[in-house]
């Protein structure tokens, strides 16, 4: 692995220039030689979202600008485009604050934010980009640019949500929120009580208050040796819960369904908010596909077990389900081009090399919205229209264009022109 090969390592890119950007003026040199030899953009941080190899480009990686300061009066963190949300969380820590990270905080803050960013305590704060109060930017025209309710108010509209293709973010100021420590955990169940679980959760989770964020997923583990026993090798359900507070009480329905195999609840430092989904953290090769359930009725649930459940041998390693709603579904003070906002669940499908993730995402059609979120969205890039409403994805096309007339930053997750 060189310091091109990302998250992802289904991704492979064999770029043009490798560009190392330290600073802002880096960034508009790096853009400039790529106008002028009339090559595309890519820009990478983590690899995370890596969804489209940057073949010919010019590839600006941002992870040497990692500048991050706090201010613990205005609660706000300033974040620079090659900071990951750990780093972020461990600097706002001893003011008692954090920002609204994912639920991996290997993730580069920037790149997750700009695609909406949805984290485990989504339903009761947002969307991390309905957080944002200003972003700096290198537009396709190499002016460096500030972003922020009082200028430039298509790019602060279209960066927050819209992700790629608007230019390369160089820093942004999100909101911090008092949050010294969070209430959550996980239940894991084994695969003979997959199916109950799935069934009490799509009943279940309709009805919770905003308060509590949950998700469900049907894990294939890998026989590692750092696994636990009861993991190890294993299908298992994994159920998720968070919250600012603690919320016993709405546990309750699901506590009865079956016996977890492993995990439990309680109040973390938010430093160690990592536990509560336990996504993987070392880079492996994925393709992942997306959409939105629009709600999880029982028919739904008995597709999605013919498709994905415990008793199918699937190279699948994992089938999520995020609850969304709650603040999710509701505009910020400031509008931004976050897609999505309709979803009652967020579906992921994430499979190796060589499976067929989109015949899970297809059996869910019929409960579908038709969109998805950007974040998860993956490399079906034909369909990237999905993840957002006609009239944001019109907005944004006419943004794209004004601000980048010569396509340059097409590559990945820009939204179609
Ligand atoms: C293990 C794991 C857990 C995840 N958890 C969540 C989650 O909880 N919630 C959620 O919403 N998403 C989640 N994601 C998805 C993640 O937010 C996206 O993949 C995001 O794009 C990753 O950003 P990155 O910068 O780390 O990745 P990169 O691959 O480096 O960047 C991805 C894209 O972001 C854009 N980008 C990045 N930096 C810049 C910049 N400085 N300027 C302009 N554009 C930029 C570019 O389009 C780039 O192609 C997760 C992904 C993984 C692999």
Redesign the pocket.
């Known amino acids: 692995m060189n310091e091109i090969s990302?998250?992802?390592l289904a991704v492979r890119h064999h770029p043009a220039l490798v560009a190392e950007a330290e600073t802002a003026e880096d960034v508009a040199e790096a853009i400039a030689h790529a106008a002028s030899h009339d090559l595309p953009v890519?820009?990478?941080?983590?690899?995370?979202?890596?969804?489209e190899p940057a073949d010919g480009a010019v590839l600006i990686l941002?992870s040497r600008m990692r500048s991050l300061t706090v201010d613990p009066v205005e609660r706000t963190a300033t974040v620079g485009?090659g900071c990951?949300w750990a780093e972020v969380v461990q600097a706002a820590a001893p003011f008692g604050l954090a920002p609204l990270c994912?639920?991996?905080s290997?993730?580069?803050a920037?790149?997750?934010t700009?695609?909406?960013?949805?984290?485990?305590l989504a339903r009761t704060y947002g969307f991390?980009a309905d957080h944002v109060r200003a972003l700096t930017?290198v537009t396709p025209d190499g002016v460096v640019r500030v972003a922020d309710p009082g200028s430039e108010p298509d790019l602060f509209w279209a960066l927050r949500g819209g992700?790629?293709g608007?230019?390369?973010?160089?820093s942004l100021t999100v909101d911090l929120f008092p949050l010294a420590t969070v209430w959550g955990g996980g239940f894991y169940y084994a695969a003979a009580d997959a199916a109950a679980v799935l069934r009490a959760y799509a009943a279940w989770a309709p009805g919770l208050p905003e308060t509590l964020t949950t998700s469900l997923a049907f894990l294939r583990l890998p026989p590692l040796p750092q696994l636990p026993p009861p993991l190890r090798g294993q299908f298992v359900a994994h159920l998720r819960v968070a919250a600012a507070t603690p919320q016993e009480a709405l546990l309750a329905p699901m506590l009865g369904v079956a016996e977890p195999v492993l995990g439990g609840v309680g109040e973390l430092p938010y430093t160690q908010l990592d536990r509560i989904?336990n996504?993987?953290t070392d880079p492996m090769p994925v393709i992942e596909r997306s959409t939105l359930l629009r709600e999880l009725t029982p028919e739904g649930v008995e597709a999605l077990l013919a498709v994905a459940g415990p008793s199918l041998e699937l190279p699948v390693p994992v089938v999520e389900l995020r609850q969304l709603g709650g603040a999710l579904a509701r505009e910020p003070k400031e509008p931004n081009a976050v897609g999505g906002r309709d979803g009652a669940f967020s579906l992921l499908v994430v499979g190796l090399p060589g499976s067929a993730p989109d015949a899970v995402t297809a059996a869910m059609a019929p409960w579908s919205t038709g969109g998805s979120?950007i974040?998860?969205h993956g490399s079906d890039l034909a369909t990237l229209h999905r993840a957002w409403p006609e009239a944001t994805r019109r907005r944004l096309t006419e943004i794209r264009n004004q601000i980048d007339p010569g396509n340059l930053f097409r590559?990945?997750?820009?939204a179609p022109r």
Request: glycine fraction near 28%; aromatic fraction near 8%; charged fraction near 5%.
């Open positions: 990302g998250f992802n890519a820009v990478q941080a983590t690899g995370h979202g890596a969804v941002t485009a990951t994912g639920s991996a290997g993730v580069g920037v790149g997750f700009l695609g909406g960013g949805v984290g485990p991390a930017v992700k790629g608007f230019g390369v973010v160089t989904h996504d993987p979120l974040n998860f590559i990945g997750h820009a």
